[in-house]
């Protein structure tokens, strides 16, 4: 059994989380429901997304389940305003430590980065955030990769690319062949292909 946790929160990028939790979604269906993934914010009401997209979701920081792995997505609310929340950023660290995988899509590195867990370590952000992040400090940004794993620790660059990192991390935990029975799942069919095949 493994629970994703997907962190969500006013101006999130919509297909930052929607993809990887299609990935995750998808997973838990070819492995008969032996996964679960859910929404996660500071607070009960519907948040609204980047580009409108209103989104309830599952859990609070409060309430939700033990997590296998969490996912922290970017948008205009990572980089401007959840950067600055000290609840929100004390939880990812809190949540962090005690999940197998912390993962991010586009500038959600930024809130990965600013809680502590990518300090020090090699990232992937959104190719316009790139030098943003690096001036930062205590990080190294790649910036020829869709995505990045350094230990447990697993970012990508922007959008779509959290729909490669998301495949390549359930072929981690479940081998390449579920991951390849997923990625026909959900009809994803990338140029070059499959990118699981090269280790990490």
């Not at 429901?33 to 409108?52: F, H």
């Amino acid at each position: 059994m493994t629970t994703y946790g997907l962190l969500i929160f006013d101006d999130a990028e919509e297909l930052d989380f929607v993809g990887p939790w299609e990935v995750f979604t998808a997973s838990g269906m070819v492995r008969d429901g032996a996964d679960t993934a859910v929404l996660i914010a500071e607070r009960s009401e519907p948040v609204r997304c980047n580009k409108g997209m209103r989104v309830l979701p599952d859990h609070t920081f409060d309430d939700h389940p033990p997590l296998d792995v969490l996912l922290v997505p970017g948008g205009r609310g990572a980089r401007v305003t959840e950067i600055e929340n000290p609840v929100l950023l004390g939880w990812i660290a809190k949540t962090a430590a005690q999940a197998r995988w912390v993962t991010s899509v586009c500038t959600g590195s930024f809130l990965l980065h600013e809680a502590g867990p990518a300090k020090g370590r090699r990232v992937a952000t959104h190719w316009s955030s790139e030098q943003n992040l690096a001036d930062r400090g205590d990080v190294t940004v790649v910036r020829d990769a869709r995505y990045v794993a350094d230990g447990n620790l697993v970012t990508s660059q922007g959008v779509s690319a959290g729909i490669d990192m998301a495949l390549w991390l359930v072929g981690q935990l479940h081998g390449r062949e579920h991951a390849r029975a997923v990625r026909q799942y959900i009809q994803y069919e990338p140029a070059p292909p499959y990118l699981a095949d090269v280790p990490g």
